[in-house]
T-cell receptor, first 119, second 114 residues
Framework: AQKVTQAQTEISVVEKEDVTLDCVYETRDTTYYLFWYKQPPSGELVFLIR??????QNEISGRYSWNFQKSTSSFNFTITASQVVDSAVYFC????????????????FGKGTLLTVNP | KAGVTQTPRYLIKTRGQQVTLSCSPI?????VSWYQQTPGQGLQFLFEYFSETQRNKGNFPGRFSGRQFSNSRSEMNVSTLELGDSALYLCASSPIGYSYNEQFFGPGTRLTVL
């Protein structure tokens, strides 16, 4: 069974600080996909990034960066120079093969990390 | 393009009643997935519909059901409501579906069961 662990339930930082959100996953599949989603107070989840298991290249997008390490089954997310607008719940998610036929996939979310950025 | 819309946004029901939630996907998207979000269990996958067929299903009792119409709009039904069904129900759409692709989420329907 697949599993996603976000050990940090809540993080509070002051604006302009850098913050890293941790994500550790478990899967028996060799082919899988990892995601980060952001959930602001309005409720809808906003897609941030997707990575497949064969692409361990780190990625940077503006103030956001992601570090994918298969050796430690981690997919961590760093916000540089945090801003108040970054305050939200952040979810890490894993999608692997749902059945042996390989045609269906199931998305499993971590419990989320509530990030509060104070001015 | 308009985003994913869900109606109603808030709903209050009592135990034993049934409820129907509606989701309109982004135009052109053929896949609709439903998720339940609670403080205790977090975000859990309910089911996915594609071209009017349920393609994937999570581990929920048969009281939870859904359907998709020819215009890709989807409804989710919960019968014989229990207190534990109180949750935020999120709908997500994508062009071809499958959970490994980016999904676009709606704002959710907040269901309270009294």
């Amino acid at each position: 069974a697949q599993k996603v662990t976000q050990a940090q339930t809540e993080i509070s930082v002051v604006e302009k600080e850098d913050v890293t959100l941790d994500c550790v996953y478990e899967t028996r599949d060799t082919t899988y996909y990892l995601f980060w989603y952001k959930q602001p107070p309005s409720g809808e989840l906003v897609f941030l990034i997707r990575r497949n298991s064969f692409d361990e290249q780190n990625e940077i997008s503006g103030r956001y960066s992601w570090n994918f390490q298969k050796s430690t089954s981690s997919f961590n997310f760093t916000i540089t120079a945090s801003q108040v607008v970054d305050s939200a719940v952040y979810f890490c998610a894993l999608s692997e093969v749902y059945n042996s036929g390989g045609s269906n996939y199931k998305l499993t979310f971590g419990k989320g990390t509530l990030l509060t950025v104070n001015p | 393009k308009a985003g994913v819309t869900q109606t109603p946004r808030y709903l209050i029901k009592t135990r034993g009643q049934q409820v129907t939630l509606s989701c309109s996907p982004i135009s052109g998207h053929r896949s609709v997935s439903w998720y339940q979000q609670t403080p205790g269990q977090g975000l859990q996958f309910l089911f996915e519909y594609f071209s009017e067929t349920q393609r994937n299903k999570g581990n929920f009792p048969g009281r939870f059901s859904g359907r998709q119409f020819s215009n890709s709009r989807s409804e989710m039904n919960v019968s014989t409501l229990e207190l534990g069904d109180s949750a935020l129900y999120l709908c997500a759409s994508s062009p071809i579906g499958y959970s490994y692709n980016e999904q676009f989420f709606g704002p959710g329907t907040r269901l309270t069961v009294l």
